[in-house]
């Protein structure tokens, strides 16, 4: 996925990392409360982060159709080895340079 039409940067770069399955760059971009909503749902980042993402369920967005908020949430394509392909929002909070709070789940 071209990651150039990215508008935050900070969202830039966590897209990169996730895609290009960097675990620890990933993990470096939140602050150490990061929040993490999945489907409206409270999780652990860390653990969801290794589950979801760098685990086996390999997940990674395939494409952007749509940013609001100056990029901060972006709509897409999500791939995961467990669930398959789904359309899916990712609504980033930043402060100080880091990702605070990230909600993530299934869009139309």
């Given at each position: 996925?071209?990651?150039?039409?990215?508008?935050?940067?900070?969202?830039?770069?966590?897209?990169?990392?996730?895609?290009?399955?960097?675990?620890?760059?990933?993990?470096?971009?939140?602050?150490?409360?990061?929040?993490?909503?999945?489907?409206?749902?409270?999780?652990?980042?860390?653990?969801?982060?290794?589950?979801e993402?760098?685990?086996?369920?390999?997940?990674?967005?395939?494409?952007?159709?749509?940013?609001?908020?100056?990029?901060?949430?972006?709509?897409?394509?999500?791939?995961?080895?467990?669930?398959?392909?789904?359309?899916?929002?990712m609504?980033?909070?930043v402060?100080?340079?880091?990702?605070?709070?990230?909600?993530?789940?299934?869009?139309?």
């Open positions: 996925m071209n990651t150039d039409s990215l508008q935050h940067p900070l969202v830039r770069a966590a897209i990169i990392a996730l895609n290009g399955r960097d675990r620890t760059a990933w993990l470096n971009l939140f602050s150490a409360d990061a929040l993490l909503t999945d489907d409206g749902n409270s999780q652990d980042l860390v653990p969801w982060s290794d589950n993402l760098f685990g086996a369920d390999h997940g990674q967005l395939t494409t952007v159709t749509r940013q609001e908020d100056g990029g901060l949430s972006i709509y897409g394509n999500f791939h995961s080895s467990r669930w398959g392909d789904f359309n899916t929002f609504r980033f909070q402060q100080d340079g880091k990702i605070v709070r990230l909600d993530v789940g299934q869009s139309d």
